[in-house]
């Protein structure tokens, strides 16, 4: 059987691309740099493996109370944080500034959302200081949490048949 001369071309490309294929290096976006994601996460992420990401380190963060893993796995190093109890930018600042309040806290994890590179977590925290009803949003470069908003609610009596969760 003779094969034509574009037949057998088409099929030399094909063999050689096999051939010369490797697995593609990393793809790293210019803030997933310059915000210091850690090696743990990856720039570029579905939205699933996004959620998996917040379902860890909210696992990792509020149930678990692993603040320093669940920082140290998904928390860019220069975490651009918009909470007021906190005093500034940075992991570190931020890990400082939540870590003792999540050892003596008791958390249930109510609803995890994400959704076009935002993440949320909406969650029941039992503090020294009350019952808080609490949303963590973060805004996230692949599985890398990179910016993070908070809103707290005190738990109080409400004439709501369902207030708060």
């Not at 609490?134 to 005190?154: K, Y």
Request: charged fraction near 10%; hydrophobic fraction near 45%; proline fraction near 5%.
């Amino acid at each position: 059987m003779r094969l034509s001369g574009s037949i057998l071309r088409g099929a030399s490309a094909l063999l050689l691309c096999a051939l010369h294929s490797t697995t593609a290096a990393p793809v790293y976006t210019a803030e997933f740099i310059a915000l210091g994601c850690p090696n743990s996460t990856s720039a570029i992420a579905t939205a699933t493996q996004q959620y998996d990401a917040l379902e860890d380190f909210a696992t990792l963060l509020y149930l678990k109370k692993e603040a320093p893993t669940a920082f140290g796995t998904y928390v860019a190093t220069h975490l651009i944080n918009h909470a007021a109890s906190v005093p500034g930018d940075g992991a570190a600042l931020a890990l400082q500034t939540v870590g003792p309040l999540v050892s003596i806290s008791a958390f249930v994890i109510e609803q995890l959302f994400v959704g076009q590179d935002r993440a949320v977590t909406y969650f029941k925290a039992t503090t020294p200081m009350g019952v808080v009803a609490a949303i963590d949003m973060f805004r996230m470069s692949g599985t890398c949490l990179v910016e993070h908003w908070v809103i707290q609610n005190p738990v109080t009596n409400s004439t709501n048949p369902h207030p708060y969760f």
